[in-house]
């Protein structure tokens, strides 16, 4: 990784190429893995809407491995060292921020996240800890996959 990047090559290239292995994708529902695992503390890498094939959004995060179990990941406070997390949703009908505001170069940690079912749809909405919202909004079927910093699957 060169010292000007802050994500590993790898990451750049399956994100924008759309190439995350989705095909081990992890068992569990967007439900079930909130109820289990939690997004707190972790930094958005980003939102990323693949407007020219689908309707779909990759939601990428550096997964704070302090609050993953010890099973899944030995717990550290040392940020090159933390997973990476997508979940990828399908059909998007909509995609919202609210109260954002300039943090002059801070990265956004996310505060909580949750998903609820209204009108038909699916409505994800996730915090950050300085009062930020991203909303999105969908019909069809999500995917959750984690990578280890190499970029290996890791196993949730």
Known sequence: MDDDQFYPDWLYKKLIEDDLPWDQKSPHNLEEFLSKFTLHDSFW?????HVAFDRSVTLAFQWDSVWL????EEGTSHVDDWPYLFVQLNE?????????????????AIGGAEIMKLEGANHLAIDDVYGG???????????????????????I
Not at 93 to 104: I, Q, T
Not at 140 to 154: Q, T
């Open 45 to 49: 890498v980003g939102v990323f809407h």
């Open 69 to 72: 179990p010890d099973e899944v």
């Open 92 to 108: 998007v009908e909509e995609v919202s921020k609210a109260n954002f505001v300039e943090l002059d170069g801070i990265n956004r």
């Open 133 to 155: 919202q991203v909303n999105v909004v969908f019909k069809g079927k999500h995917s959750i996959i984690a990578l280890n910093p190499d970029g290996s699957v890791l196993e």
